[in-house]
């Protein structure tokens, strides 16, 4: 597929922006977000353009400013961002225009300078995701940089370079290290980028629980499965079942006429309803291994824990194991 094609199918695989619909990229006047707001408007979508001026470069940011009012028709927003962190900047520029969809121009480029820049300083190969939480989308994660600089050329297009991108955490990635990773392999940031891919094999929130600095996490994966981070420890557990009448947890048959029970599996936290003792306790004054106690069934109503099959009994509550 050429480049328009791998963008479009990029958009509809992902969902990204409605055919024919309204989108307003974010620009710098860059090669990328230039690219972006063209090949857009060849797709045949509703584009308009709102650029950040951050003033950290002087003349030179003023003359981004005029020259994206200019040549893409974009709206201006000015700060004196002087002395902000890189979190700080991206903070303000995704705080434009929330209530509109917004595309950013970052590319398969982009996306292994992330991967190792998260690498290095994280140990996770958590990537740059198609579509943000706040809506804002990324159709050029297909292509890469060299690929949005050729469309520019091609079209006769002008576009920006900002000087100061030697000197930022991504220049040393990009002019320094990448050069070097190829030097071993000439397929390197392909390499780099099936990271991602292998990841992405795994169900997203699965992802998300392994990649999460939470301590404590977990989170529910369909068909009433859910995966439990406890630190270095995952395990996976049936999501609560109804008590309604009899239930089979593993080797567990429990039974119970009282209406709003639920069956789960122990969480950090859990406590004896009406009691100060947690269900951790109970089960190390019952001696149960370490390795069961996640299997183990819980009657609770609500977050209260009303029954420990086999270790704390609940008159209303029938267990047995078989």
């Known amino acids: 597929m050429d480049l328009l094609e791998r963008i479009e199918a990029n958009i509809r695989a992902n969902e990204l922006i409605a055919p024919g619909a309204e989108v307003l990229c974010l620009v710098s006047g860059g090669p990328d977000s230039t690219c972006l707001y063209f090949a857009l408007r060849e797709l045949g979508y509703d584009i308009s353009a709102l650029h950040v001026n951050y003033g950290l470069r002087g003349c030179d940011s003023d003359d981004d400013a005029r020259f994206c009012e200019r040549e893409l028709g974009a709206e201006i927003v000015a700060f004196d961002a002087r002395g902000a962190s890189e979190a700080e900047l991206r903070a303000i520029r995704y705080a434009q225009a929330p209530e509109r969809l917004r595309a950013t121009g970052h590319t398969a480029s982009d996306q292994v300078e992330t991967i190792l820049y998260r690498l290095v300083t994280s140990g996770n190969t958590k990537g740059i995701k198609a579509k943000r939480e706040d809506g804002v989308v990324r159709p050029l994660l297909t292509a890469w940089r060299e690929e949005t600089e050729e469309f520019c050329r091609e079209r006769d297009l002008l576009y920006r370079t900002d000087a100061s991108n030697p000197d930022t955490v991504r220049g040393l ?27 992405r094999t795994m169900p ?32 996976l557990e049936r999501g609560p079942v109804e008590l309604a009448g009899e239930v089979r947890w593993g080797d567990w048959r429990i039974r119970s006429a009282l209406a709003g029970l639920k069956v789960r599996g122990w969480r ?17 004054d019952a001696k149960i291994p370490r390795s069961e106690r996640e299997a183990w069934p819980l009657v609770v109503r609500g977050d209260e824990v009303l029954a420990v099959p086999g270790i704390v009994e609940h008159p209303d509550v029938q267990a047995e194991r078989v």
């Open 173 to 199: 990635i990009r002019g320094q290290i990448l050069p070097l990773l190829e030097q071993l392999h000439p397929a390197a940031r392909a390499n780099i980028l099936r990271a991602l891919d292998r990841r």
């Open 204 to 235: 997203p929130a699965l992802a998300t629980l392994l990649d999460s600095p939470t301590g404590s996490k977990r989170v529910d994966l369909g068909g009433g499965l859910q995966a439990v981070r406890e630190h270095e420890r995952l395990w």
């Open 268 to 284: 950090p936290g859990d406590r004896l309803a009406g009691r100060r003792k947690k269900i951790q306790d109970v089960f190390v």
